[in-house]
């Protein structure tokens, strides 16, 4: 059986950061993409950053870069959203997917398993 535990969210002020968590088990670590997206009140969901974990490669949205920093542990099947200088407008739901096959890396179509989201709320 698939899951995907995302864990790490809360509040933190702008500038601070967080690192979010997405513990995965029931499939092929090698062969699968790690995502992440979020979703805010009233707004779509929208791609952050993607993983490749057979090799690493990172994928990063534009209104992220710089700032966030995907990561995996491949001995703990676990994928890391380090977060840094978060502002008011990364406040949101946080979800974890997963795929085998890529539509596109920060594309919400076509991800075969979601996480329960995490929330992050970014204010003073």
């Known amino acids: 059986q698939v899951q995907l535990v995302e864990s790490g969210g809360g509040k933190v002020q702008p500038g601070g950061s967080l690192t979010l968590s997405c513990a995965a088990s029931g499939f092929t670590w090698d062969d699968y993409y790690i995502g992440w997206f979020r979703q805010a009140p009233g707004d779509e969901r929208e791609g952050v950053s993607t993983?490749?974990?057979?090799?690493?490669?990172?994928y990063y949205a534009d209104y992220v870069k710089g700032r966030f920093t995907l990561s995996r542990d491949y001995a703990k099947k676990t994928v890391y959203l380090q977060m840094n200088n978060l502002k008011s407008e990364d406040t949101a739901v946080y979800f974890c997917a997963a795929t085998q096959s890529l539509i596109g890396p920060l594309y919400d179509e076509g991800w075969h398993y979601w996480g329960q989201g995490t929330q992050v709320t970014v204010s003073s």
């Open positions: 993983i490749r974990n057979g090799d690493g490669r990172t």
